[in-house]
């Protein structure tokens, strides 16, 4: 179902906004298009997270009950999809409870200066081969690396949103993508010398 969903609301922010307040109002086509908007991006989050396309299949339905039940509860103090994405991230963290322990070991105190990545990675992806080396290298990230860059790179949230997604500190998130973008650098060099 969510790997083949496609995008079908592609609206501006009040349009959303105004989607979001139908459903709270019990509008379930308002929330089922919400859910098309959506879909993808929740099943690509919760498959690169577990690596497993039936457990991600049901975090991914689960995510979306759990989001139907609390939308009243939402308040737009956030995006709606960071709200979305720390529901999908809690349920992974139910189902990995070691990717919170190996989130939290990341260390903040040290000093990371990124920089923000996203064209080195647009250009590292112009072809097929070298995109199927780096979703590979990014499924053999430990899980916490993988979680953090599936977040920043291939859902494009911001340091900030990854943050409240992960409730993790911001100089934590920084310093584990750091690592994160080192480990995927070296495995796709090593990928270069071996061809």
């Known amino acids: 179902m969510y790997q083949n969903s496609k995008v079908i609301f592609e609206g ?7 989607l979001i307040r139908r459903a709270q109002q019990g509008e379930t086509a308002a929330f089922e298009t919400l859910v098309q908007e959506h879909a993808s991006f929740v099943y690509n989050l919760a498959l690169r997270t577990l690596n497993d396309a039936h457990e991600a299949e049901d975090v991914a339905q689960e995510a979306f009950v759990r989001a139907w039940q609390a939308l009243p509860q939402f308040r737009a103090t956030a995006q709606f999809r960071t709200w979305l994405y720390r529901i999908v991230t809690n349920l992974c963290y139910n189902r990995l409870p070691q990717l919170k322990r190996e989130l939290a070991a990341l260390d903040p105190a040290e000093e990371v200066v ?12 112009l072809t097929a081969e070298l995109r199927q080396q780096i979703f590979m290298a990014i499924d053999n990230l430990p899980q916490s690396y993988r979680l953090l860059v599936t977040l ?7 340091y900030q949103e990854i943050a409240e997604v992960t409730e993790m500190p911001l100089g934590t998130v ?12 070296e495995r796709l060099r090593e990928w270069r010398v071996g061809d």
């Open 114 to 125: 990124l920089s923000d990545g996203r064209q080195a990675v647009e250009r590292a992806l």
């Open 12 to 18: 501006t922010l009040s349009e959303e906004r105004e």
């Open 152 to 158: 920043r790179h291939l859902q494009e949230l911001s």
């Open 174 to 185: 920084k310093t584990g993508i750091f690592r994160a973008r080192q480990m995927l650098q």
